[in-house]
């Protein structure tokens, strides 16, 4: 699932668990239950980080 910060940047976080990943390169597990990211949800990651940078071409680099 994808999560909203305050400044509405998207952060990924885990399926199962609800926390956020604390690591985000590929194949990386979720770092309170250990359920695998998916590719899935790394494309929905980036669509999400990609669909924010766009709509917000002032702020720097969200949180991650
Ligand atoms: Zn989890």
């Given at each position: 699932m994808i999560f909203l910060n305050p400044l509405g940047a998207p952060q990924l976080a885990c399926d199962h668990c609800g926390c956020r990943w604390f690591a985000r390169v590929e194949g990386a597990t979720c770092?309170?239950?250990?359920?695998e990211v998916t590719p899935e949800n790394m494309a929905e990651y980036q669509v999400a980080l990609t669909r924010f940078a766009a709509q917000n071409p002032n702020l720097s680099q969200p949180d991650r």
């Amino acid at each position: 699932m994808i999560f909203l910060n305050p400044l509405g940047a998207p952060q990924l976080a885990c399926d199962h668990c609800g926390c956020r990943w604390f690591a985000r390169v590929e194949g990386a597990t979720c770092y309170e239950c250990g359920s695998e990211v998916t590719p899935e949800n790394m494309a929905e990651y980036q669509v999400a980080l990609t669909r924010f940078a766009a709509q917000n071409p002032n702020l720097s680099q969200p949180d991650r």
